[in-house]
């Protein structure tokens, strides 16, 4: 089974500048995250979707960060305009089923906002 | 509130030796409970989950918890240490919802 696939990896960028990471999760797994992890601390939950519809996003600053999950697949998550503080690891997961089910994470994508 | 506790920020146990990492939360019934790992620059892993009955789970790689309703903690452990157990460690838990509630993390430090 191919895990959650994100990209990129690494990405460097100014202040006020946007960015957008991808992710492709576990086929057939309906429900799909994004966290955000800050140095030392545990992963945050951004938003969460069931298919291509939005469970919970209370903790996305809409602002600046906003996701979208087409045809319940493919996920992208933008960032408009960065702050330094934005600077973090953003980590995508999906789900099969319900929770008795963990979650499989992708490696990450590392943002440095300078 | 609903929480989730790692109390040590940072261990450091010889190769070989018996390791336990501890995790508290807090919320008004059992929660499910996970532990999870993560290596640098790699995505977390899940090592073992608790939902009900027996209170002592196996899970990946030599790792078992103990999950203790009158002390709220879910602790791991493992017998004897490897080198490639340095990582970071994650405890988690549903608190009655769809989301994962993450501790702040243990990092593990082997030394030879």
């Known amino acids: 089974e191919a895990g959650v696939a994100q990209s990129p990896r690494y990405k460097i960028i100014e202040k006020r500048q946007s960015v957008a990471f991808w992710c492709n999760p576990i086929s057939g797994h309906a429900t799909l995250y994004w966290y955000q992890q800050i140095l030392g601390q545990g992963p945050k939950l951004l938003i969460q979707?069931?298919?291509?519809?939005?469970?919970?996003d209370s903790q996305l600053p809409k602002d600046r960060f906003s996701a979208e999950r087409l045809k319940g697949v493919d996920s992208t998550l933008k960032i408009q305009p960065a702050k330094l503080e934005d600077s973090a690891v953003y980590l995508c997961?999906?789900?099969?089923?319900?929770?008795?089910?963990?979650?499989?994470f992708g490696s990450g994508t590392r943002l440095t906002v300078v | 509130a609903q929480s989730v506790t790692q109390p040590d920020i940072h261990i450091t146990v010889s190769e070989g030796a018996s390791l336990e990492l501890r995790c508290n939360y807090s919320?008004?019934?059992?929660?499910?409970l996970f532990w999870y790992v993560q290596s640098p620059g790699q995505g977390l892993q899940l090592l073992l989950k608790y939902f009900s009955g027996d209170t002592l789970v196996q899970g990946i790689k030599g790792f078992e918890a103990e999950f203790k309703r009158s002390q709220s903690s879910f602790n791991l452990r493992k017998p004897s240490v490897h080198w490639s157990d340095a990582a970071e460690y994650f405890c988690a838990a549903y608190f009655g919802n769809e989301k994962l509630t993450f501790g702040t993390g243990t990092r593990l430090t082997i030394i030879p």
């Open positions: 919320y008004g019934a059992t929660p499910y």
């Open positions: 979707f069931q298919n291509n519809g939005v469970v919970d």
């Open positions: 997961a999906s789900r099969l089923g319900d929770r008795l089910h963990g979650y499989t």
